[in-house]
């Protein structure tokens, strides 16, 4: 039987209010919504310096927001350094981390890492959530 349009919409509303709670747990900037073209937005920082994520999905959203910022100092992961082998990490700032961004990137966007942050379990953090294999709306599993 095909659900009403009010039950879809529920959904919808209920993904929406997941997505932004996950992105507070893992600090993840500010959430912007959809784009027109139905593409979620998140926003970090303000002003000139701001960068939006843009991605098709919520779900990649959540996991490249989660991995924006490295867990243990707080800098920008982009500032990191690219291999161990290289000198400076986090430039501006004196920091003693020793994450390269693949490190970071890698430990971040895990489904783990985020459930951790989010006080989920790993099964129930990305229910009702559109990942990148369930792109249409009517696959949304409760
Ligand atoms: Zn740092
Ligand atoms: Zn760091």
């Known amino acids: 039987m095909a659900e009403s349009i009010w039950q879809q919409l529920d959904r919808m509303m209920a993904e929406y209010a997941k997505v932004k709670s996950l992105l507070r747990a893992v600090r993840g900037g500010r959430f912007r919504g959809r784009k027109p073209n139905g593409k979620w937005w998140v926003r970090f920082g303000t002003g000139r310096a701001a960068v939006d994520l843009v991605t098709d999905t919520p779900e990649e959203l959540v996991r490249q927001a989660a991995a924006h910022r490295c867990g243990e100092c707080g800098h920008k992961t982009l500032g990191h350094r690219l291999r161990t082998k290289d000198e400076v990490s986090c430039p501006g ?14 430990k971040q966007s895990t489904t783990a890492w985020i459930a951790e942050r989010a006080g989920l379990s790993k099964r129930e953090l990305f229910r009702g959530v559109r990942g990148p294999s369930t792109t249409s709306d009517t696959q949304v599993t409760a």
């Not at 920091?95 to 890698?106: F, N, S």
């Open 93 to 106: 700032v004196s920091c003693t981390c020793k994450a390269t961004q693949a490190e970071i990137i890698a």
